[in-house]
C-alpha cells in the first residue's frame, strides 16, 4: 500500500483543555507521522471556506462559531492508508457512538466539540493541505 497524506486538525476544545500533546500522542502510536503541523486562530472566513461543504447544514453556524472560538492545530499526517487510518483513529463524529479507545471516545465533549478532524477522501486530504500549507512546509 501507497504512503498517503491527510489533513488533521485539532479543534480549540483540545488546545483550551492542553490536550495538544495527548492527541499527538494517540496519532504517532497508530503509526502516523506528523510531517506539518502549526497552531492557528482560524478567521470566520477561513473556517467558512473550511467547512463549505456544510455550508446548507442546520449545524452550520455553531460549526464556524466553535472552530474560531480558540487556537487550532492544523497538521498533516503521513502513512500507509493515512486518510481511513485516522479517520479508524478519530473515531466517530458523535462520541457517544464512537469505540473505545478513539481519540473522540476519549476526549471529546460533544458532536460540535469533537476534538479533531481529518479529510474524508484523496482530493479533499490534497484540498485542505493546500489551504493551510505551503510545499516546503510539508517534511516527510
Ligand atoms: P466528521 O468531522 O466526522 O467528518 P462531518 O459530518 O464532516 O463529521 O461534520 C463536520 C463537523 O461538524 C463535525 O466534526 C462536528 O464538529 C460538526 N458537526 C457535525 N454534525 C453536527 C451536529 O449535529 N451538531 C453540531 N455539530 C456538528
Ligand atoms: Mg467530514
Redesign the pocket.
Known amino acids: 500500500m501507497a504512503l498517503e497524506r491527510t489533513f488533521s486538525i485539532l ?1 480549540p476544545d483540545v488546545t483550551r483543555r492542553n490536550l495538544t500533546g495527548a492527541v499527538n500522542a494517540a496519532i504517532e502510536a497508530a503509526g502516523l507521522r506528523i510531517v506539518a503541523q502549526k497552531r492557528v486562530h482560524m478567521t470566520r472566513g477561513q473556517a467558512e471556506t473550511f ?1 463549505g ?2 455550508r446548507e ?3 452550520f453556524g ?2 464556524v462559531e ?1 472552530m474560531t472560538a480558540g487556537p487550532v492545530v492544523v497538521q498533516a499526517l503521513e502513512g500507509e492508508n493515512a486518510i481511513a487510518k485516522y ?1 479508524e483513529v ?1 473515531g ?3 462520541p457517544e457512538k464512537a469505540a473505545a479507545g478513539t481519540i473522540r471516545k476519549q476526549f471529546a465533549l ?5 476534538s ?3 479529510s ?1 477522501a484523496p482530493e479533499t486530504a490534497a484540498q485542505e493541505i493546500a489551504q493551510w500549507f505551503a510545499g516546503n512546509e510539508l517534511v516527510g
Not at 460533544?110 to 469533537?114: H, K, L, P, W, Y
Open positions: 479543534k467547512y461543504v456544510h447544514r442546520p449545524f455553531e460549526l466553535m479517520r478519530m466517530a463524529t458523535n460533544s458532536m460540535g466539540e469533537n479533531v478532524h481529518g474524508d
